[in-house]
């Protein structure tokens, strides 16, 4: 069973129900009849019922059953726009500008996951990160004692030698350009969790990427990713992550066991913190590209889990990601 079925499988057992703000969206249509259809989870298409209805015939979905609000004519936009209000005035909102943003549809889903009428959201097929993450760290936030929100990306590698039978978890791959030695702290006990809560893996291991490995090399950037490792052991004491590390010596036993001997991570690790943005996306890519591994991505940190698309989305991304977010709300 490949890592995206054992996710679906977590997630018909406990189904979740997932606001999609871009709901006369085709491919988010046909991809909540196939959530619906499967049992995978309670999906909700925000948006025009008309318009929606317009586009499940013409794509040939079938809909019954599945939950359409209009926030214009919705009862609790009110309610909403109160709560928007009462969260945002101290920025400046005025509860006229409230009572404008909530019939969007995305302040309005936000809104639905802030109240807990939604457990998660997903977006993506046709707006920007910056459209979803903007309101979400306005009104959801991050999770007490996480001080960013970041990406993680689950790499189900053909090579089943590597990380946890084949699973890597990689961060941040999206968000965070250039993060400091305490935010990779941050990301690196977020990506652990990420790896534990949706990748079922029970021991994560975490190598902090870099160049040099146990100090072979001398640069700010090595010392930035030592310093990494001394913030993480503060915050998450319990967590096994060692670095600074080169690639092959974070998954490769002997180079590990040469290069860092008595780590409890080298040659071993499944959750792989690279340095910065560069680092991570062109990583994620040479092993997707190259490496022939299956790749989904996840945002993480958040109190409620909101995850993005790429707006070339497939309907199967959108099911997968809905999945994903639906495993993450269990947590």
């Given at each position: 069973m490949s890592m995206i079925q054992k996710i679906k499988a977590k997630a018909s057992a406990n189904i979740k129900t997932i606001v999609l703000p871009e709901g006369d969206e085709e491919r988010t249509v046909q991809a909540a009849a196939i959530l619906k259809k499967e049992g995978l989870a309670e999906p909700i298409l925000i948006g025009n019922s008309d318009n929606i209805n317009a586009v499940a015939k013409t794509t040939n979905s079938d809909i019954t059953g599945i939950t359409i609000i209009d926030p214009a004519l919705s009862d609790k936009a009110p309610l909403y726009?109160?709560?928007?209000?009462?969260?945002?005035?101290?920025?400046?909102?005025?509860?006229?500008?409230?009572?404008?943003?909530?019939?969007?549809?995305?302040?309005?889903?936000?809104?639905?996951?802030?109240?807990?009428?939604?457990?998660?959201?997903?977006?993506?097929?046709?707006?920007?990160?910056?459209?979803?993450?903007?309101?979400?760290?306005?009104?959801?936030?991050?999770?007490?004692?996480?001080?960013?929100?970041?990406?993680?990306?689950?790499?189900?590698?053909?090579?089943?030698?590597?990380?946890?039978?084949?699973?890597?978890?990689?961060?941040?791959?999206?968000?965070?350009?250039?993060?400091?030695?305490?935010?990779?702290?941050?990301?690196?006990?977020?990506?652990?969790?990420?790896?534990?809560?949706?990748?079922?893996?029970?021991?994560?291991?975490?190598?902090?990427?870099?160049?040099?490995?146990?100090?072979?090399?001398?640069?700010?950037?090595?010392?930035?990713?030592?310093?990494?490792?001394?913030?993480a052991h503060k915050i998450a004491p319990d967590l096994m992550v060692d670095g600074e590390m080169q690639f092959d010596a974070a998954l490769v036993p002997s180079i590990g066991a040469s290069k860092a001997p008595g780590s409890p991570v080298a040659g071993r690790a499944n959750v792989l913190i690279f340095p910065d943005l560069q680092a991570g996306n062109i990583g994620y890519k040479i092993t997707q590209r190259i490496g022939g591994a299956d790749c989904f991505a996840v945002l993480q940190g958040l109190q409620k889990p909101c995850n993005d698309l790429s707006r070339g989305c497939s309907v199967e991304d959108i099911v997968n990601t809905v999945v994903m977010t639906a495993v993450q709300a269990q947590a």
């Open positions: 726009a109160d709560k928007l209000y009462e969260l945002r005035r101290e920025k400046g909102l005025t509860k006229e500008d409230a009572e404008k943003l909530i019939l969007d549809p995305m302040y309005y889903s936000i809104m639905m996951i802030k109240l807990d009428d939604a457990d998660g959201l997903v977006s993506g097929a046709v707006h920007t990160t910056g459209d979803m993450l903007r309101p979400a760290l306005q009104v959801v936030k991050t999770k007490p004692g996480m001080k960013l929100v970041s990406s993680s990306f689950l790499m189900d590698c053909p090579n089943k030698e590597l990380g946890e039978n084949g699973l890597l978890v990689y961060a941040d791959c999206v968000v965070n350009p250039c993060p400091t030695a305490e935010e990779l702290a941050y990301i690196a006990v977020a990506t652990a969790e990420t790896a534990k809560n949706l990748c079922g893996i029970e021991e994560p291991r975490v190598a902090m990427l870099s160049f040099s490995t146990k100090g072979s090399a001398k640069h700010e950037l090595v010392t930035k990713m030592q310093e990494a490792v001394e913030f």
